[in-house]
Nanobody, 114 residues
Framework: VQLQASGGGLVQAGGSLRLSCAAS????????MGWYRQAPGKQRELVAH???????NYADSVKGRFTVSRDNAKNTVYLQMNSLKPEDTAVYYC?????????WGQGTQVTVSS
């Protein structure tokens, strides 16, 4: 299983970015897809994830600003990030849980300038 993420970049505070992540390979069923992030010197943390049936969970720090969505037919998860803040700067990692196994994308850098 491979996860290919795209959409990171540099943006000013208050701006928006949209991340995408497509899963490919021998996929039977993806239970959960979502995004984590890791800032320099910090642990990796959950940003948002969505279950196959549409259940969604967000980190408190992004509620009201970020929106996660999923296209099951395309095995793709998206993260719309609005009202970005400098503290959102991190490497964002796509994650997929398939039959109890976690798979990770390569990470995409998001940098928010003040």
């Amino acid at each position: 299983v491979q996860l290919q993420a795209s959409g990171g970049g540099l943006v000013q505070a208050g701006g928006s970015l949209r991340l995408s992540c497509a899963a490919s390979g021998s996929i039977f069923s993806i239970s959960v897809m979502g995004w984590y992030r890791q800032a320099p010197g910090k642990q990796r943390e959950l940003v948002a994830h969505v279950t196959r049936r549409g259940g969604i969970n967000y980190a408190d720090s992004v509620k009201g600003r970020f929106t996660v969505s999923r296209d099951n037919a395309k095995n793709t998860v998206y993260l719309q990030m609005n009202s970005l803040k400098p503290e959102d700067t991190a490497v964002y990692y796509c994650n997929a849980e398939i039959i109890g196994v976690d798979y990770w994308g390569q990470g995409t850098q998001v940098t928010v300038s003040s």
